[in-house]
């Protein structure tokens, strides 16, 4: 596995960051850069399961290790999805178990820097420094222009 690190300096409020990062309808946007569709399947809260699926029901079977809402996530992926089904077994599962994705926010300079850091195979790691950037452009591009209103707060946290 190969460790790989991107980080970005975005200028809104850290509130806006994380819902940015985790509210289904903008986390959709920022990793359709993965690849179109893309979205997750959990609660975002620690030990839970969590999902991460392509419109084919391909992606990764993971657990959410830690989450502190507006400062730290880490995922730890267990293994694969393949049409639908989860697989924690096979080889190329057994190839991805204990990953580590982390994303950490912090203050600079009146504006906050989130850091991706990412667990990586070999064959994966072009695909993902081609990527990760684009996403957190992205990302960034949305969470300095995002307007949340009361009711999608409410759904992120509830």
């Given at each position: ?7 970005i ?9 994380w819902r ?5 309808s ?10 179109e569709?893309?979205y997750?399947?959990t609660d ?7 999902l991460f ?9 993971s657990?959410?290790v830690a989450?502190?809402?507006?400062e730290l996530?880490i ?5 694969t999805?393949?049409?639908?089904m989860?697989?924690?077994?096979g080889?190329d599962?057994?190839g991805?178990a204990?990953?580590i994705?982390?994303?950490?926010l ?6 906050h820097?989130?850091?991706v ?6 064959e ?7 990527r990760?950037?684009?996403?957190l452009?992205?990302l960034?591009?949305?969470a ?15």
């Amino acid at each position: 596995m190969n460790r790989l690190s991107f980080s970005i300096m975005i200028h809104a409020p850290k509130d806006d960051i994380w819902r940015t990062l985790l509210a289904d309808s903008t986390y959709r946007k920022w990793t359709s850069v993965f690849e179109e569709g893309s979205y997750a399947a959990t609660d975002w809260k620690e030990g839970s399961k969590a999902l991460f699926l392509t419109p084919s029901g391909n992606g990764m079977v993971s657990r959410i290790v830690a989450h502190r809402p507006k400062e730290l996530l880490i995922i730890q992926h267990l293994g694969t999805v393949k049409n639908g089904m989860e697989d924690t077994a096979g080889a190329d599962a057994k190839g991805w178990a204990g990953a580590i994705e982390s994303y950490t926010l912090w203050e600079a300079n009146g504006s906050h820097i989130l850091t991706v850091e990412m667990d990586v195979k070999e064959e994966y790691r072009s695909f993902f420094q081609d990527r990760w950037p684009k996403a957190l452009g992205k990302l960034k591009e949305i969470a300095e222009a995002e307007q949340w209103s009361e009711v999608e707060i409410v759904q992120q946290t509830a």
